[in-house]
């Protein structure tokens, strides 16, 4: 059981989950992504050069790895092709290693004409969606009339099922808006990427269950547990369990496969997208987080909001999912700085609270408590051992392992998979 190991996000998406599980891969024979869809975008640094991955498993440059989609992910045929041709060689070499639930539901290019139209018609108070399709396609698939891969094995009955959700997808959008479907582009458009993909469609449930008595797995969650459509920000959420849970009803193991639980914390907040984020710096110490850090988001490319570290939703994340390990991240960026805030509760009302409120009106009117750390000046990037770091470095991990109650066991100083503290 303690051979597999789950890497979730405890902050609001873009913690680094990425380069985390890029570096445990090669130590494990199955990475199973579990939830989500192309509105993810984990970033992988090797040898200098950066990949972004938004459908496949981190493990995917990892030639040994045997890559699973899981039942809980949703698939855009497209942006999968996309995504594998854009590795060129090491796309080909990872075709036969690649499996794809044929319990996974399909995005498609009627989910992101509705998400965009949907978006737009909230004026003012727009989630922040990234228009990939990905609520409209969990939402036909909690309606129970989504698109599964398993439906590829029969491309004549799939095409048939396709043109009865594009002409109610058609009459949907007449309804909302001006907009209409060409059902027959759609066709054209979506069947070949289909066809392509079909091959690697299978049942992973039961791959998995076979698998996973002999070797092990690591579990990649995607997003972050603020993101979690029951325990985030609601409504500013995505439209899946970022979680342990998600983990679970994603892959179809149990709780009893999952193993370590480790956990992804930058050393700083960042949020991209509406939604309150109590630490956020609207100033210049915002703005040079941003840019030290390079915060645009992998998938959209928009500017990540930047704040000092929340200790209140690491805890909380923490706790929720049964953390064992945090890996911390982006610890290098900090540098250069004589202090660094740390948030360690919130006032709410007149209260203090040191947990994340259910109503957004509370978290939207929470003003972070501060406790303030001795900054450091030096570089990071050469440390490899948690000693090379200068004391207030190690005082600021310290204070993250104090305040909530979990070890602090990879420390990231660097883009790189190398550039990592492993303790």
Known sequence: MNRNKVVLGLQWGDEGKGKVIDVLAGHFDLVVRCQGGAN??????????????????????????????????????LALQNELADLGP???????????????HLVLPCHKIIDRVAEELKGD??????????????????NRIGLRCGELIDEALFEKRLRILLAAADRQLAQIGDER???EAILAET???????????????????????????LFEGAQGSMLDIDFGTYPFVTSSNTGIGGV????????????????????????????PMPTELTNADGEALRTTGGEFGATTGRPRRCGWLDLVVVGYACRINGVDTIALT?????????????????????????TIPGRIEDLEGAEPVYETLPGWSEDLSSCRHFNDLPE????????IEERVGVRVGWIGVGPGRDEVICR
């Open 40 to 77: 993810a975008g984990h970033t992988v640094v090797v040898e200098g050069r950066k990949t972004v991955l938004h459908l496949l498993p981190s493990g995917a440059l990892h030639p040994a790895v045997t890559c699973v989609i899981g039942n809980g992910v949703v698939i855009d045929p």
């Open 90 to 104: 090491a796309g080909d070499d990872l075709r036969p290693r690649l499996r794809i639930s044929d319990r996974a």
């Open 125 to 142: 108070n727009k989630v922040g969606t990234t228009q990939r399709g990905i609520g409209p396609c969990y939402s036909d698939k909690i």
């Open 181 to 183: 479907l060409d059902i």
């Open 191 to 217: 069947l070949p990427p289909c066809r392509a993909m079909a091959p690697m469609v299978t049942d992973t449930v039961d791959f998995l269950h076979r698998q996973g008595r002999a070797k092990s797995v």
């Open 248 to 275: 679970i009803t994603g892959s179809g193991l149990s709780h009893q496969d999952v193993g370590e639980v480790i956990g992804i914390v930058k050393a700083y907040t960042t949020r991209v997208g509406a939604g």
């Open 330 to 354: 982006k610890l290098d960026v900090l540098s250069g700085r004589s202090e660094l805030p740390v948030c360690v509760a919130y006032t709410v009302a007149g209260r203090r609270i040191e």
């Open 392 to 399: 207030a470095a190690r005082r600021y991990v310290a204070f």
